[in-house]
T-cell receptor, first 113, second 116 residues
């Protein structure tokens, strides 16, 4: 069964710091990958997705992620975080032929003004 | 505006009582999903349905039941057999078969269930 690991459970950063959140998946076949964000009190929304082409994917609000197939990784990055980025971030994977996403355990990001 | 409505936002129930969580979508999506979110455990799939009158168990279906009598509605019942029902429950949907592969899900705002 496929699984997703997010090793950073809680990350605390100051505003303007750079961010990298780790995401590793276990499945070795063809996959698509997603990052979702859940702002306090709001529903999960799609931040960015990878399903082919350029392994460097750009999303909303200045976020980007790099798919490294050899490392089974899809880490999320942002060069300079803002207080409004405080949220929980979930990585998700789906393998070809499946109809269900598998989510990681999430990373809580706290930005200190 | 189109979207997924989950109601109520907060729900309290006594231990041993069944409770039904509502999920309604006006997106004309074919597939609907129920996930459970617990701190430190992420989202775990309970049930999903790709068409009306059909549904499949997810990874943690024990103690839950669902129905899909209408395309727009996918209610989840948390039964007394669920050992630890207190959690945040999320409903999601996708337009059609194959859409999760390219588009992922659209989520509702969730229901927080507390069993006392």
């Amino acid at each position: 069964a496929q699984s997703v690991s997010q090793h950073n459970h809680h990350v605390i950063l100051s505003e303007a710091a750079s961010l990298e959140l780790g995401c590793n998946y276990s499945y070795g076949g063809t996959v698509n990958l997603f990052w979702y964000v859940q702002y306090p009190g709001q529903h999960l929304q799609l931040l960015l997705k990878y399903f082919s082409g350029d392994p460097l994917v750009k999303g909303i609000k200045g976020f980007e992620a790099e798919f490294i197939k050899s490392k089974f990784s899809f880490n999320l990055r942002k060069p300079s975080v803002q207080w409004s980025d405080t949220a929980e971030y979930f990585c998700a994977v789906i393998h070809f032929g499946n109809e269900k996403l598998t989510f990681g355990t999430g990373t809580r990001l706290t930005i200190i003004p | 505006d189109g979207g997924i409505t989950q109601s109520p936002k907060y729900l309290f129930r006594k231990e041993g009582q069944n409770v039904t969580l509502s999920c309604e979508q006006n997106l004309n999506h074919d597939a609907m999903y129920w996930y459970r979110q617990d701190p430190g455990q992420g989202l775990r799939l309970i049930y999903y349905s790709q068409i009306v009158n059909d549904f499949q168990k997810g990874d943690i279906a024990e103690g839950y039941s669902v129905s899909r009598e209408k395309k727009e509605s996918f209610p989840l019942t948390v039964t007394s057999a669920q050992k630890n029902p207190t959690a945040f429950y999320l409903c999601a949907s996708t337009p059609r078969q194959g859409a999760p592969w390219t588009e992922g899900y659209t989520f509702g705002s969730g229901t927080r269930l507390t069993v006392v």
